[in-house]
């Protein structure tokens, strides 16, 4: 069998998806994506062309390695998030082709289901409560949601206390019969890092999310010695080479690499691996489509360590699109007590409406971040 083409489709809300053809007839689909740099990783990922047309696709890992190393320049979002995609398509074909899901390739079950949380609302959170309430009748118990609106490097304490009666007020609402993580988004720097996680302590959240920006990892065993809240990081990874710097460091309970972004599958295996050696959870972080989404779940049913898997639905940044609208097999991605069950179809398990995925790319819109800026005019981390 031979690679003869690789498709790319950018969507809505904000996605892409890859096609990677056979000559036996025999497709895979990817999810080789930047939220707002779709267009530079599509650029990369037919880069990757001239490595792959011609190939195996059943030699995967040779295929990574060779889109990995002989480029001499690696790693990075742009890159990485390019070999991601192309990894979950190839991963995809040999599962069709073996007539077996992923997992099952990757040496089966090590759970029966998944635990999965939701985001609740949005950049700026206001109404969470009532969001809350109407999620836990879809059978969530568990959230994730932003902790603060812009902070500056020292910021006030009205702006710290905003943040902590928040979180109060939804322990108060819901006593323990709900969890949830606080996301910092990286707007939080390391002098304010540490007067949050202290006051944030006593409501008992899962984990507090990149708690200061990855490029300063460093600081995570110093926090992590400050707090008993659980640090998670992991989005603005992108290789077991990032990760290994981290898990050197310390500090950080959960890691999320996103199956997008950091390498897809194989790479992932991996650094679900590393993260174990070292007495670390897995939780991948997924705010993207179905592909990313199940080449997500696939790590996680073969990764002991693997906790909690993000998803989309409902996520304020799914404008024009929602997590199942490109897929047909929607009854595999069913929510059932707030878990995921395998997906068991042969390959990644996603029937992708290709119909769909043409006649949305036709007309996707260009994603970008919002840019923030602080009440002096300075750009501020979103
Ligand atoms: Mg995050």
Redesign the pocket.
Known sequence: MKITNLTTYRVAPRWMFLKIETDEGVTGWGEPVIEGRARTVEAAVHELKAYLVGQDPARINDLWQTMYRAGFYRGGPILMSAIAGVDQALWDIKGKVMGQPVYELLGGLVRDRMKMYSWVGGDRPADIIASIELLRKGGFDTFKMNGTEELGMIDSAAKVDAAVERIAEIRAAFGKKIEFGI?F?GRVAGPMAKPLLRELEQYRPLFV??PVLAEQSEQYRRLADSTSIPLAAG?RMYSRFDFKRVFEGGGLAIVQPDLSHAGGITECVRIAAMAEAYDVALAP?CPLGPIALAACLHVDFVSYNAVLQEQSMGIHYNQGAELLDYVKNREDFKVIDGYFKPLSKPGLGVEVDEQAVIAASESAPDWRNPVWRHADGSVAEW
């Open positions: 996301d988004h999310e990149e989005e972080h």
